[in-house]
T-cell receptor, first 111, second 116 residues
Framework: AQSVTQPDIHITVSEGASLELRCNYSYGATPYLFWYVQSPGQGLQLLLK??????LVQGIKGFEAEFKRSQSSFNLRKPSVHWSDAAEYFC?????????FGAGTTVTVRA | DTGVSQDPRHKITKRGQNVTFRCDPI?????LYWYRQTLGQGPEFLTYFQNEAQLEKSRLLSDRFSAERPKGSFSTLEIQRTEQGDSAMYLC??????????????FGEGSRLTVL
């Protein structure tokens, strides 16, 4: 069965600084991988997805993620964080007709 | 608005009562999912439908939980004899798919259940 681990429960970053969120997955075949963001009181919104091809994928709001098969990782990055990026971020693996999510990483942005 | 809608957004009930949540997916989507999310956790899969057929149920879905999608459009999730441990956010999502490869899920804003 597939699973996702997000090692960092909470990250605090200064506005304008870079951000990297870690995601490790476990799945026997080539996975479909996703990053979602959840702001307080809002639904889950897709940031980006990886199905195949180029291992560096671009998403919305200036986010990107890199798929590394050798490390079973799909880390999310943003070069310069804005205060509006404060939210909870979830990595997910798609397989067997459903998505399996990690526990999430809460991002706090300080001025 | 043509996104996934859920109703009610918040339900407070007493232990032992039954509750029902409704989800209206994006109209052309053939797959509909229910997830549960508790504080500090990611969404946990409960069940999913392909059109009107319920094809998988998680072990999390005890016999007090039942879900239906009678005409392949909207879906309901009913919890009977609620317990305090049922307090959570119940998320509905929909997608368009015809294989085991799971594409993007579109989520509603959720129905928050509080059991007193």
């Amino acid at each position: 069965a597939q699973s996702v681990t997000q090692p960092d429960i909470h990250i605090t970053v200064s506005e304008g600084a870079s951000l990297e969120l870690r995601c490790n997955y476990s799945y026997g075949a080539t996975p479909y991988l996703f990053w979602y963001v959840q702001s307080p009181g809002q639904g889950l919104q897709l940031l980006l997805k990886y199905f195949s091809g180029d291992t560096l994928v671009q998403g919305i709001k200036g986010f990107e993620a890199e798929f590394k098969r050798s490390q079973s990782s799909f880390n999310l990055r943003k070069p310069s964080v804005h205060w509006s990026d404060a939210a909870e971020y979830f990595c997910a693996v798609g397989a067997d007709y459903k998505l399996s999510f990690g526990a999430g990483t809460t991002v706090t942005v300080r001025a | 608005d043509t996104g996934v809608s859920q109703d009610p957004r918040h339900k407070i009930t007493k232990r032992g009562q039954n509750v029902t949540f409704r989800c209206d997916p994006i109209s052309e989507h053939n797959r509909l999912y229910w997830y549960r999310q508790t504080l500090g956790q990611g969404p946990e899969f409960l069940t999913y439908f392909q059109n009107e057929a319920q094809l998988e149920k998680s072990r999390l879905l005890s016999d007090r939980f039942s879900a239906e999608r009678p005409k392949g459009s909207f879906s309901t999730l009913e919890i009977q004899r609620t317990e305090q441990g049922d307090s959570a956010m119940y998320l509905c999502a929909s997608s368009l798919g015809d294989s085991a490869n799971t594409g993007e899920l579109f989520f509603g804003e959720g129905s928050r259940l509080t059991v007193l």
